[in-house]
């Protein structure tokens, strides 16, 4: 089936270690590229985005994500975490078909670093 | 940034009852709405996407008649769980976005829902 895959569900990290968070999909064509940070107690939060262009990716607060077509990859990289960057991640795609958008997520990896 | 209102964020209601749950896009106007449903310690499952002025497309598995959507306006999707049972029990999330081929989505608080 098609779908959004998160190969990590639980990392634990100390602080200034670096992170790499894995995601795969499986749909054709074009697609759009997303992750989404959710802290705890607060929404869910656009961290980066892909489209077209360079396949490297920066966003918000050091993070940065690569899209590597033949892979159907998009994984998500910090060099150094910080406690602060203890939530939930979640990669998403989005993508044009059956005459509407569809906004489909991965099933989150819990990130907790420890001070 | 854009502001997305979900009433309510929790209800309890009765087996075989109707419950209706408001997302509001607060100073946006959003053509396209997305309701999710999560499970605890699960991921978001996309339940249908709303477009204003049309009828929702509907995930495979998702039942229709039970969730009933209405985008009525640009501002405002809403989402009835008709006739209710304890297996509907869960945390629905609405999103909107001012784009919804490229653009990122706001979320609701999301609604927690306790069938009894």
């Known amino acids: 089936a098609q779908s959004v895959s998160q190969h990590n569900h639980h990392v634990i990290l100390s602080e200034a270690a670096s992170l790499e968070l894995g995601c795969n999909y499986s749909?054709?064509?074009?697609?759009?590229l997303f992750w989404y940070v959710q802290y705890p107690g607060q929404h869910l939060q656009l961290l980066l985005k892909?489209?077209?262009?360079?396949?490297l990716v920066k966003g918000i607060k050091g993070f940065e994500a690569e899209f590597i077509k033949s892979k159907f990859s998009f994984n998500l990289r910090k060099p150094s975490v910080q406690w602060s960057d203890t939530a939930e991640y979640f990669c998403a795609v989005n993508r044009f078909t059956s005459g509407t958008y569809k906004y489909i997520f991965g099933t989150g990896t819990r990130l907790k670093v420890l001070a | 940034g854009a502001v997305v209102s979900q009433h309510p964020s929790w209800v309890i209601c009765k087996s075989g009852t109707s419950v209706k749950i408001e997302c509001r896009s607060l100073d946006f106007q959003a053509t396209t709405m997305f309701w999710y449903r999560q499970f605890p310690k699960q991921s978001l499952m996309l339940m249908a996407t709303s477009n204003e002025g049309s009828k929702a497309t509907y995930e495979q598995g998702v039942e229709k008649d039970k969730f009933l959507i209405n985008h009525a306006s640009l501002t405002l999707s809403t989402l009835t769980v008709t006739s209710a049972h304890p297996e509907d029990s869960s945390f629905y999330i609405c999103?909107?976005?001012?784009?919804?081929?490229?653009?990122?989505?706001?979320f609701g608080s999301g609604t927690q829902l306790s069938v009894l």
């Open positions: 892909y489209f077209s262009g360079d396949p």
């Open positions: 999103s909107a976005a001012i784009s919804p081929g490229t653009g990122e989505l706001f």
């Open positions: 749909y054709g064509g074009t697609v759009n």
